[in-house]
């Protein structure tokens, strides 16, 4: 199975190609330039130097929020043209599940967090189940950081918190968590986009027409039109 796999739903642009067991090939950037204008080129780009051609790709993974509503759309949107172009299967993956990946060896919980501004938090809890799988414990969701920590104090666990949005919090984190709270180091806080395809490769494929981004919040034109209405 050939997957081409997207993530434009923050800062970071991710993509990657891979063929069943191996990764071909990936790009990585944290800059803040225009994801609409450079997504398209990049996997232009890494399609020619992989060998691969679009109409050789079996699915299409893209990582659907949550993040900046503005790169997931982006993300969602080319994701969603390619599959239907190419009519091959559409795969979305939680961008915090994306993110997780790189704490997934850490000896306790992985807490993966986006900012959502108004001290709020884009953010879940990940680590080995009973069974032994790496997943989800908690499920992703926008919440106030002092009520995030009151819950993670719960867990009585060592907890590994990555992101690139970590230093607008981390101060608040270290003095509510103490030693409980660990931080990642510089290389944990991008999102791979070879985990991205290699987790949507075992999953079940969505219809391309329903499928719809996650953004665990409404856009804020979408708040003030709703206030407009007195609702």
Request: glycine share 8%; charged share 20%.
């Amino acid at each position: 199975m050939k997957v081409l796999a997207i993530d434009t739903s923050n800062l970071v642009m991710g993509i990657a190609v891979l063929d069943e067991g191996k990764v071909l090939g990936e790009y990585i950037t944290n800059l803040k330039k225009n994801h609409s204008i450079r997504v398209m080129p990049a996997i232009e780009q890494l399609l020619k130097e992989t060998g691969v051609k679009p109409a050789e790709l079996n699915r299409i993974v893209v990582a659907r929020g949550p993040g900046s509503y503005t790169g997931v759309r982006i993300g969602v949107t080319i994701a969603k043209t390619l599959a239907w172009t190419l009519k091959i299967d559409l795969v979305g993956v939680s961008s915090l599940e994306v993110l997780a990946q790189c704490g997934k060896y850490f000896n306790g919980f992985t807490v993966p967090l986006f900012d959502a501004r108004r001290t709020q938090l884009f953010t879940g809890l990940y680590g080995q189940h009973e069974n032994g799988v790496f997943q989800n414990l908690w499920e992703d969701q926008i919440i106030l950081l002092d009520s995030w920590l009151t819950k993670l104090q719960e867990t009585n666990e060592k907890l590994l918190f990555i992101g690139n949005d970590l230093p607008i919090h981390q101060e608040t984190i270290s003095e509510v968590l103490g030693s409980q709270a660990v931080f990642g180091q510089v290389s944990d806080h991008n999102p791979r986009p070879s985990e991205l395809g290699r987790i949507g490769m075992d999953r079940d494929p969505e219809d391309i027409h329903t499928f719809t981004p996650s953004y665990l919040q409404l856009a804020e034109a979408e708040v003030n039109w709703l206030k407009s209405q007195g609702k």
